[in-house]
């Protein structure tokens, strides 16, 4: 199984940046994908970025160019730069591992980690 942490989120003014990160744990070699997921009240949870294992990368395109995904040498751990943050983005963030285990595609979420953006 994959375990996911995630952590950097917090209060921020719109314009401002933020740093997210999310360290997996478990059959890490296993993992083909990690990406970030929000979710604002009331609202259902959406897409933000994925990155690949070969380091391809996706994006929402409201966060095109002002959000860069990246993950560690050892693909343990992925990053998500957010700037010029807009107070609408304000939302709980997760991480997401998809992962092949016994030949089957799963997909583990983080617990979480709330952004706020003041206006």
């Known amino acids: 199984q994959v375990q996911l942490v995630e952590s950097g989120g917090g209060l921020v003014q719109a314009g401002g940046s933020l740093r997210l990160s999310c360290a997996a744990s478990?059959?890490?070699?296993?993992?083909?994908?990690m990406g970030w997921f929000r979710q604002a009240p009331g609202k259902q949870r959406e897409l933000v970025a994925t990155?690949?294992?070969?380091?391809?990368?996706n994006y929402a395109d409201s966060v095109k160019g002002r959000f860069t995904i990246s993950t560690d040498n050892a693909k343990s751990t992925v990053y998500l730069q957010m700037n010029s943050l807009e107070p609408e983005e304000s939302a709980d963030y997760y991480c997401y591992a998809e992962f092949v285990l016994a030949g089957t595609t799963r997909g583990s979420w983080g617990q979480g980690t709330h952004v706020t953006v003041s206006s």
């Open positions: 478990g059959i890490i070699r296993s993992i083909n994908t």
């Open positions: 990155i690949t294992r070969a380091g391809n990368t």
